[in-house]
């Protein structure tokens, strides 16, 4: 990084960001390793030991601006109520301007993290890694992909494998379903299931472990997004699985997913049975799968499915390496941002995005309260 740009973005921030080195690095790091949060914002380099990569899409960078994002999604170590021994190096971009992306993390540390320690790292990584080998990260484990294919961990993954073709992307005018948003609460969890669709519910796993609650809103069809959690009713010939097993990491390819996690919900409609997708405290996992089925389905931006799902569930936080996945997916559909209807006076400026969920003119319920 130039040291213009180091100057620009230590004056842009109103307290004070200090610059740090490659030796004060890997002094800090030595001696406090637990107490040192590395948030890395490079596109590409080599990675340091126990970093985190801040590559945001733009749904949450736009977020993390405007001070709706927790810095604790990038980062347990960054929790609001945490303790303000923790340092916090940003490492930034080769060139990062007004509007980059290290900027605006740096303006949203100010002012969430005001009672921690901020440095600014002001030296060329490789070089640094050159003179200090243990801050390199340890190269990643390969992991299980495709057909049993072993690849690194931090490989792009190839999408060819999705079948797009295999899967039908409904007319949005004719597709579309109107649900009430729930009222806005100063509850920061809403009660599950949520409902997301009339047939497509959001919930945890205690949800998934209630007969009774899931036949009161018609629910047999269940997509397990959990390694370890059972199927709890599979003996119940009335009830349908789909597990995806994946943890909440940085390591998991939810994408490779998509394809039959969208089938399995398109069945439960055509079944008029309503379909819970659940994972342990479906905040995460769970929610990444129903943002990926109201985009292909309704042809919703990730953006305009991040706030319908986010109008009937306040509590929602995907693991921002899912958000990522869900931002290269929506560039797969080709999805386009609408240009907004012009408003009346009888609308709220806070309604979301209607479009992913106007009922079709010829859509009827049955005997359940779903839409067919």
């Known amino acids: 990084m130039t040291e213009e740009a180091s100057t620009s973005l230590q004056d842009s ?17 030595d001696k406090q ?23 945001l899409p733009h749904v949450l960078l736009r977020r993390l601006q405007s001070g709706r994002l927790p810095l604790s999604n990038l980062s347990p170590k960054l929790c609001e109520d945490g303790e303000g021994e923790t340092q916090i190096v940003v490492i930034p971009e080769p060139e990062a301007p007004a509007g980059s992306q290290t900027a605006i993390l740096i303006n949203a540390l100010t002012k969430q993290q005001a009672n921690r320690q901020i ?8 070089m640094t890694l050159s003179r200090h080998p243990s801050l390199r990260a340890p190269q990643p484990t390969p992991t299980e992909g495709i057909d049993g294919v ?12 999705l079948r797009f073709d295999a899967l039908r992307i409904k007319d949005l005018a004719g597709s579309s379903i109107n649900i009430t948003p729930r009222s806005k609460t100063n509850d920061k969890r809403q009660i ?21 609650l899931l036949d009161s ?3 047999h069809y269940v997509v397990n997004v959990t390694s370890n959690l059972e199927n709890f009713f599979e003996d119940d010939k009335r009830f349908r699985y789909l597990r995806i097993p994946v943890d909440d990491n940085a390591s998991f390819n ?4 998509f394809p039959e996690a969208i089938s399995f919900i398109e069945e439960a409609e055509r ?62 559909l080709g999805i386009q941002k609408s240009a907004p209807p012009p408003h009346s006076p009888s609308c709220s400026a806070e309604q979301g995005p209607l479009h992913c969920l106007t009922p079709p003119a010829s859509s009827k319920k049955n005997d359940k309260g779903l839409f067919y």
């Open 13 to 29: 921030s109103q307290l004070s960001i200090q610059p740090i080195d490659g030796n004060g690095l890997s002094e800090i790091a």
């Open 150 to 161: 072993k690849t690194p961990a931090d490989e792009p993954m190839n999408l060819s494998f």
């Open 119 to 126: 440095f600014l790292f002001t030296e060329d990584v490789e």
């Open 33 to 55: 390793e637990k107490d040192v949060c590395i948030l890395d914002c490079r596109q590409q380099g080599s990675s340091l030991k126990n970093a985190t990569k801040v590559q």
């Open 192 to 212: 599950f299931p949520v409902q997301i669709l009339p047939y497509l519910y959001l919930g945890d796993a205690k949800t998934a472990g209630n007969k009774e």
């Open 254 to 257: 939810l994408i490779q997913f």
């Open 217 to 219: 809103y018609g629910i």
């Open 271 to 332: 079944e008029r049975e309503g379909c819970l997708v659940h994972c342990l405290a479906g905040i995460s996992r769970s929610v990444t799968i129903c943002l990926a089925f109201l985009m292909f389905t309704r042809k919703c931006t990730l953006e305009e499915a991040y706030d319908v799902v986010l109008g009937q569930n306040a509590s929602i936080a995907p693991n921002f390496h899912f958000m990522g996945q869900l931002n290269d997916y929506e560039h797969l």
